[in-house]
């Protein structure tokens, strides 16, 4: 994977899924807690619901929210390293 034309990551597509195992959440979020969470964390999908939204974020830890851990995709996985991982180690 390149980032600004730098080789950042060399590796399976299951690899970077496993670098984003434990890092991903579901947040059961009422409709006015949306755009706070937006602001908090990388967002990587919103799915309306009865109640509000399931709003799916990648982060080290989720502070102030509760959420559940699932299952990265590769989707999952590309945002974390992009928004994560990436600007951790710049």
Known sequence: ???HGH???NGSPDKLIERARGHVYRIDAEPDELEAIKAAYPVVATIPTEKGWEVQVVADTLDGWNGTQIEPDL?????YFH???LP???
């Open 1 to 3: 994977m390149l980032d």
């Open 7 to 9: 080789l950042v990551f």
């Open 75 to 79: 989707e999952h996985a590309y945002v």
């Open 83 to 85: 928004e994560v991982m």
């Open 88 to 90: 951790a180690n710049v």
